[in-house]
């Protein structure tokens, strides 16, 4: 099942059948007047292979990953979070994955965070899945939990001030920041009171309760947010859970917390819908979490209904070294993928180029790419990949006459 096309009575607003991003066969018109240099590739490149996870067919494989925009009051989405969103979907990304939206007011990272904590959220997050999905764009959402990384100012105002807690003037709860363990991340963020055993089980009702409405919301695809060092991953790390109930310790008490969230959610999130888990697949520090603990992750999720690992890395500690380079996370979802076979596996982290998506793809380092900045340097990245790789892909009515050509002509 591809996302519905929801009818609307604005002129040109729908869209023809397939959709932008979806690979299509170049009409003679189009290669005599240069827009193709002739048949599209066949095999297609992996990069535009539809991928059907569940009851979903993908059109290609070039993902949006979630990134904060900090553009929310009360956690209501808001004509930004429309605009923004919406111009992925017109320029043919095949998922979109809104940013992390917090399942409780405490779990946004900053007060100016999307969330999904009441009914009263529902109807803006449904203006942006309504509209991405008359593009053909499957919609999904990254659900989330600040933990020890909560009520801390926006990214805009990082150097206005000398600290990054957000104070009740600014909005922010310094009162109710929690985690696993009373273990600060940094002298910048407050330090998180324990978690009682009570706490962890309304945290995860709240996870299982804002699934409920993201479905209502239309969403396609939830995105449990289990990386950088917030809430779920606070439980997953042994630098950030010092905890000696059975939340903490052993490797199957710190997973428990995550592994009971997806099987309350997938109790209520319909099974015809996938469901993703983004995890950093290494702390970077010694002593912390390792990919071979990512791995061991992988092998429990899937079984309990995961679809997709998205693996990033960091955010934890601190004192983490990151061999920051292009593609440098891509090594641990090929680790995954090639361990863990009956799970798909998504690629991100300083993914820029063309080139990389196909090398990525093509090499089955990866299922998917989620790029996340260069989408917001260059809304039209999955336009400029299938140019550059030779593919013909359709593109939004609309934006048609900025077709790129392959070669100068007037006709």
Request: net charge negative; hydrophobic share 35%; charged share 20%.
């Amino acid at each position: 099942m591809s996302p519905a096309i929801i009818k609307s009575q604005d002129f040109y607003q729908s869209q023809a059948n397939p959709s932008p991003g979806t690979a299509i066969e170049p009409p003679a018109a189009a290669i005599a007047q240069g827009f193709a240099q002739g048949p599209n590739p066949n095999p297609l490149p992996k990069a535009f292979q539809p991928l059907t996870i569940r009851n979903y067919t993908i059109k290609n494989r070039i993902w949006v990953s979630p990134m904060c925009t900090y553009s929310s009051d009360d956690g209501y989405a808001t004509d930004f979070h429309l605009s923004h969103y919406s111009q992925y979907a017109m320029h043919g990304a095949g998922l979109i994955v809104v940013e992390a939206t917090g399942v409780l007011p405490e779990g946004r990272i900053t007060p100016n965070c999307l969330g999904i904590w009441k009914d009263e959220h529902v109807e803006n997050l449904s203006r942006i899945v309504n509209h991405a999905h008359k593009y053909g764009a499957v919609m999904g959402i990254q659900l989330g939990h600040s933990g020890r990384k909560g009520s801390t100012i926006p990214l805009h105002l990082y150097g206005t001030r000398d600290t990054l807690h957000a104070s009740d003037s600014d909005g922010g709860w310094p009162n109710n920041v929690y985690g696993p363990s009373p273990i600060a991340y940094d002298d910048q963020h407050y330090t998180p009171r324990e978690m009682t055993i009570a706490d962890i089980g309304a945290v995860q009702q709240a996870f299982v309760d804002a699934a409920v409405r993201a479905d209502k919301a239309g969403f396609d695809v939830i995105e449990l947010h289990g990386a950088h060092g917030y809430l779920i991953y606070e439980f997953l790390s042994p630098l950030s859970n010092h905890r000696t109930d059975s939340y903490g310790g052993s490797f199957d008490n710190r997973v428990r917390f995550l592994v009971e969230i997806i099987r309350k959610i997938r109790q209520v999130w319909p099974k015809e819908k996938p469901l993703f888990v983004r995890v950093s697949a290494t702390d970077w520090v010694e002593g912390g979490w390792t990919i071979d603990d990512t791995v061991a992750l992988a092998r429990i999720v899937s079984a309990e209904g995961v679809d997709l690992v998205d693996c990033s890395t960091a955010g934890n500690d601190p004192r983490q070294k990151i061999p920051l380079a292009p593609g440098f996370q891509v090594p641990f979802a090929t680790a995954v993928k090639e361990q863990v076979p009956e799970i798909l596996t998504g690629a991100v982290g300083l993914i820029t180029k063309p080139s990389q998506v196909s090398e990525i793809t093509q090499n089955d380092k990866a299922d998917v790419v989620f790029a996340a900045r260069e989408f917001l340097r260059n809304p039209s990245f999955v336009l400029s990949t299938a140019h550059e790789l030779g593919v013909y892909i359709k593109w939004a009515n609309q934006y048609e006459r900025g077709r790129v050509k392959t070669k100068y002509s007037f006709i």
